[in-house]
């Protein structure tokens, strides 16, 4: 399928900083991109670049073979049929829910926006609300509206700046579930970007994770949790652990044991010192009253339990998931087994 949309090499600084750094990133219709990063890495300036508010200063976007960002060229936003979502709802608190939707329907008929309400409203399951005002409506509603006002032109793009960021946890959970619905039945490509593992995962068919300013990998989010490219990406996508160990006859010889291991990137020599990636899920707990791990503390998650393992004799920390039909208390001295025989990822330390 060709892209809609091709951001390539671009680039955008502020100053002696790197906002977006020699970045290229392209989307195809009716696809969903999330762009996951830490806060200051350059995740919104890139909507910001892509949606015409702000210039390059170098490279190259393109909208439907289209150049619109250039060195030479700026399309001004209005011309790229581009719409966007922002955390602050943006909703103009004079105009009830009818008068937000329908407000940048410039050239329909009366009979035309009213149509078009209905159909967006319908997509947001909120039937009904036409004459409300935004003082009126829950976070979540206004949000949705939000969503709404940004679906009714029928763009060709939809960017998501951090849609969730200003919502309570419950809501939170509850607008991604209902946003990833809408976003697939409006049929609309495109582009979220948020800080939040979850939400990133919950919503992607591709997975963009940025570091620093630059896109570090891309790829389905499955390929990325199960292959992080380094460790920053670890990081970013799981709540993972890092053992220090050395590779010895193809394993990895760790203080916990000797595991198969994975090359990715890096051609590991005998005797290499390395980090090896552990998943919560890569390893069952078992009661051991002389175990050589204490759970330290526990982060329930509904359908599951994050344990912090700490190791007894030397201290780093591990975490591990468990069922919650059987919880371990903390303090348990607890033991690990292996769940399977997938080689762990490592990286050079």
């Not at 508010?53 to 150049?67: C, H, K, M, S, Y």
């Not at 922002?86 to 050239?107: C, D, R």
Request: glycine residues 6%; hydrophobic residues 40%; contains cysteine.
């Amino acid at each position: 399928m060709n892209p809609i949309l091709i951001c390539n090499n671009i680039s955008k600084s502020y100053g002696t900083k790197h906002a977006v750094n020699n970045l290229s990133i392209s989307l195809s219709e009716g696809e969903i991109i999330s762009v996951l990063g830490a806060s200051g890495c350059g995740k919104t300036t890139l909507l910001r670049l892509i949606a015409g508010f702000e210039r390059l200063d170098n490279g190259e976007i393109e909208l439907n073979g289209v150049p619109v960002s250039t060195l030479q060229k700026h399309a001004p936003p209005e011309k790229r049929n581009i719409g966007m979502v922002f955390q602050e709802y943006s909703l103009f608190p004079h105009m009830n829910v009818a008068q937000n939707i329908t407000f940048g329907l410039h050239g329909h008929s009366e009979s035309e926006k009213q149509s078009r309400l209905e159909e967006v409203l319908d997509l947001i399951q909120l039937n009904g609300f036409n004459n409300r005002y935004p003082n009126e409506l829950s976070g979540g509603q206004q949000q949705r509206i939000a969503l709404a006002r940004s679906l009714a032109p029928k763009p060709g793009i939809l960017l998501l700046d951090e849609p969730f960021s200003n919502l309570d946890a419950l809501t939170r959970k509850e607008m991604v579930s209902d946003m990833n619905k809408i976003i697939l039945d409006s049929k609309t490509a495109s582009i979220l970007v948020t800080h939040d593992r979850e939400e990133a995962f919950a919503i992607a068919d591709t997975l963009a994770v940025m570091v620093d300013s630059k896109l570090v990998q891309i790829d389905k989010p499955g390929n990325i949790y199960d292959h992080p490219k380094n460790i920053d990406v670890a990081k970013l996508i799981a709540n993972c652990s890092f053992l220090e160990g050395t590779v010895l006859n193809n394993t990895v010889d760790t203080i916990i044991g000797s595991f198969p291991y994975l090359e990715l990137q890096n051609h590991f020599s005998e005797g290499q010192k390395v980090q090896i990636l552990i998943h919560p899920e890569d390893f069952l707990m078992t009661y051991d009253p002389n175990g050589p791990f204490k759970v330290i503390s526990r982060e329930y998650r509904g359908s599951h339990t994050i344990n912090e393992l700490q190791s007894v004799q030397y201290g780093f920390i591990l975490y591990c998931r468990e069922s919650v039909q059987y919880p371990f208390q903390i303090g348990s001295l607890v033991n690990l087994v292996k769940t399977n025989e997938i080689p762990f990822v490592i990286f050079p330390t």
